[in-house]
């Protein structure tokens, strides 16, 4: 993009502006260096150009994910001028919903670069605006300020976090409660319109200046909410119908928060053999073991893996930076390979021991209504949850991607998406926490290891009372950010007529809604033989996403190999055709 004379000049003006004003010296000094060197002529004064020109123009989008993006100076990165930006626009939202009272507001997070920095700042733009304002006593998992904003029954929550984003990143994610929000959706993330309301009101014509901030006045929170979430999580253990606790852990929290409370809660629950993988342990903002920290991606787990080979584990529990995902990975019988099940398998297997665990009596869910339970799980996850719960005799819903729709589903008891979220007790986090599912699992895998089985016998069973569902993904991470929406457009115009060689029988533009789920970007399609393959934006990544799944019938324990070769092959082929349909080379 090349620039007149004028744009220049008004974008220099502008970068100075915001370095003069910038409270963090840091990212002050980064602002000036870009502008000498914009000065300079040839490649190094393009490069800073262009550098500038990203960073201003236009603001981060603040949407139903809250705010994430890349640390630096300038609008369009996360850094505290901004963060004071957005603590003020949404203390001027809680404001306008406080019809004449208080509100307040619980404020926690992660270890990331500047994640402290940020909090405090929420705190100060707070609590000189008005709003009672709680500070949690240090780096914790998400899940625990989930917990926090139902537990001290505030009006909005704040975490911020990157969750399993790349080192250089940090976010904010928003919570409402209290008595901005009632039913279902109080303590859960941020939905339209508050999202809209809350973007409103973010202010960046007027001085930061004008935006006071308090020294003092907010409330630190007691360590005891973190022993209040440990013991109300170790609460969900069963020690009746499940006592079993002869189970060999190896646990990575992935150099995130979560692993002194994830230690503590299998711990308190009996799980005494739990291996922490040593060089993840503590919380590092660098992830120096992992070229990104979510456990999908490929090589996040080695170290983990290799442990558990070594000292004969029976299961890897991982959490993400976060701890608001988990994964778990066992050997796998059939091949004598170490491998991590997939979220929907998880998923799957945390669902079918819920619903026995709520059939036999030994887990009574407090959902808010006294209706039927209800399972949920996203549009992008398998279809297998909701044949878990009709022969349960419970309610299924589809939602849309995102903890912010499942967490608002009426009567819900359990709720999880493909990307290793689970919900397993919405009462206590109305959002998805890796610490509760991690528990569970660990209750339900020792349950097994009791009776001589393991959790892929489990996943056998399901295929044999209702079919194998085999799923796979392909995620194309891009540079340019306008590759997605041609890719997107290109769909659209030339939809594919046939998918692994079956014919598309129903193709559903997703940005239309539906008397069911809201508009999104996504396009849905579904062939005669069951294939279906969902295609959208990743919410918090440069990524499109294609989300396939295939149903095998299974005629016996010993048709599973053919199942399972026959699935695989059609995934190929599915994922082969989906590629040409968006003009990618094979």
Not at 121 to 145: K, Q, R, Y
Not at 177 to 191: L, S, W
Not at 535 to 545: A, C, D
Request: glycine residues 8%; aromatic residues 6%; contains cysteine.
């Amino acid at each position: 993009m090349t620039l007149t004379a004028m744009e220049l000049q008004e974008l220099l003006t502008e970068a100075r502006l915001w370095a003069d004003e910038d409270p963090d010296p840091a990212t002050a000094a980064e602002l000036r260096a870009l502008l000498s060197r914009a000065g300079a002529q040839g490649p190094d004064g393009e490069a800073a150009v262009a550098d500038l020109t990203d960073r201003f123009t236009g603001t981060l989008e603040f949407g139903t994910a809250g705010l994430r993006a890349a640390l630096g100076a300038g609008p369009r990165r996360m850094n505290r001028a901004v963060v004071r930006r957005t603590a003020a626009g949404i203390a001027a939202f809680l404001q306008s919903k406080a019809d004449g009272r208080i509100p307040s507001a619980v404020i926690g997070y992660d270890a990331r670069y500047n994640s402290r920095a940020f909090a405090l700042d929420t705190a100060a733009v707070f609590s000189a605006a008005g709003i009672e304002a709680f500070l949690l006593p240090s780096a914790l998992p998400t899940p625990v300020l989930a917990y926090a904003v139902r537990a001290l029954d505030t009006d909005a929550g704040v975490m911020v976090t990157a969750s399993h984003n790349p080192a250089l990143d940090n976010g904010y994610k928003v919570y409402l409660g209290g008595r901005t929000v009632k039913g279902p959706g109080r303590g859960a993330q941020i939905v339209p319109p508050y999202d809209a309301e809350i973007a409103a009101r973010i202010d960046y014509t007027v001085p930061l200046s004008s935006i006071d901030t308090a020294p003092e006045g907010w409330t630190d929170v007691s360590d005891s909410i973190v022993a209040d979430y440990i013991n109300a999580v170790d609460a969900l253990a069963s020690r009746d119908g499940y006592p079993a606790r002869d189970l060999s852990i190896v646990l990575t929290p992935m150099h995130g928060v979560g692993g002194e409370t994830m230690s503590a809660v299998l711990r308190d629950a009996g799980f005494t053999s739990v291996r922490v993988v040593a060089a993840q342990a503590e919380p590092d903002p660098d992830f120096p073991t992992v070229a990104f920290p979510n456990p999908e991606e490929p090589g996040a787990l080695d170290l983990a893996l290799a442990m558990a080979a070594q000292t004969g584990a029976d299961v890897v529990l991982a959490n993400d930076p976060d701890a608001d995902r988990a994964a778990v990975a066992a050997k796998d019988p059939a091949t004598g390979e170490w491998r991590m099940l997939r979220g929907d398998e998880t998923g799957a297997l945390l669902g079918a021991h819920l619903a026995e665990r709520i059939r036999s009596g030994h887990l009574k869910p407090r959902n808010d209504s006294a209706r039927t339970p209800v399972f949920a799980n996203s549009i992008v996850s398998s279809r297998l949850l909701a044949r878990i719960a009709a022969a349960a005799g419970f309610e299924h819903q589809e939602t849309l991607t995102g903890f912010k729709w499942i967490s608002r589903v009426p009567g819900l008891v359990y709720g999880y998406e493909e990307a290793l979220g689970y919900c397993v007790a919405p009462a206590l986090v109305r959002d998805k926490d890796g610490i509760s599912a991690a528990l569970l699992i660990a209750e339900l895998a020792a349950a097994l290891k009791a009776r001589g089985r393991t959790l892929f016998d489990m996943l056998d069973d399901l295929a044999l009372e209702h079919g194998l569902h085999a799923s796979d993904q392909l995620s194309i991470r891009v540079e340019d950010l306008s590759l997605i929406p041609r890719m997107m457009t290109l769909l659209r115009e030339r939809p594919p007529v046939s998918l692994a060689g079956s014919p598309v029988v129903s193709a559903a533009d997703l940005s239309e809604g539906s008397e069911s789920l809201p508009p999104t970007d996504g396009l849905l399609y579904l062939t005669g033989d069951g294939t279906r393959i969902i295609v959208r934006p990743s919410g918090t990544e440069p990524k499109l996403k294609c989300y396939l799944e295939v149903i095998e019938p299974v005629d016996s324990r010993d048709d599973l190999p053919r199942s399972r070769a026959a699935a695989a092959d059609r995934l190929a082929a599915a994922q082969a055709d989906i590629a040409a349909a968006l003009g990618l080379e094979a």
